[in-house]
Nanobody
Framework: QVQLVESGGGLVQAGGSLRLSCGASGSIFSINDMGWYRQALGKQRELVAVITRGGSPDYSNSVKGRFTISRDNAKNTVYLQMNNLKPEDTAVYYC???????????????WGQGTQVTVSS
């Protein structure tokens, strides 16, 4: 079994910053892509940013230039530095990881429980 635990959400004023962390633990053989998604009230979950095992990032257009994704492979942890936050960034943020639990297995999607980010105007 694999667990993803997020931390770092909270309430911040527009223009402020937050840093999210997500650590993976459990029966992990290797982790491929790791990423962050978000879901605002009444909307579908959307991709925010993703990073490959080798460290190549990709971002949604709405956060490009403001958010930075990074990872520490030794700690099985992914981070999301969010700067210049806007009220439209308000959402529950979910961590995602593609994990292989044994050498011959397939990569499978795992999700964290979500952390609330609220940006006030």
């Amino acid at each position: 079994q694999v667990q993803l635990v997020e931390s770092g959400g909270g309430l911040v004023q527009a223009g402020g910053s937050l840093r999210l962390s997500c650590g993976a633990s459990g029966s992990i053989f290797s982790i491929n892509d790791m990423g962050w998604y978000r879901q605002a009230l009444g909307k579908q979950r959307e991709l925010v940013a993703v990073i490959t095992r080798g460290g190549s990032p990709d971002y949604s257009n709405s956060v490009k230039g403001r958010f930075t994704i990074s990872r520490d492979n030794a700690k099985n942890t992914v981070y999301l530095q969010m700067n210049n936050l806007k009220p439209e960034d308000t959402a529950v943020y979910y961590c995602n990881a593609l994990v292989r639990t044994w050498p011959g297995g397939f990569f499978k999607d795992y999700w964290g429980q979500g952390t609330q980010v609220t940006v006030s105007s």
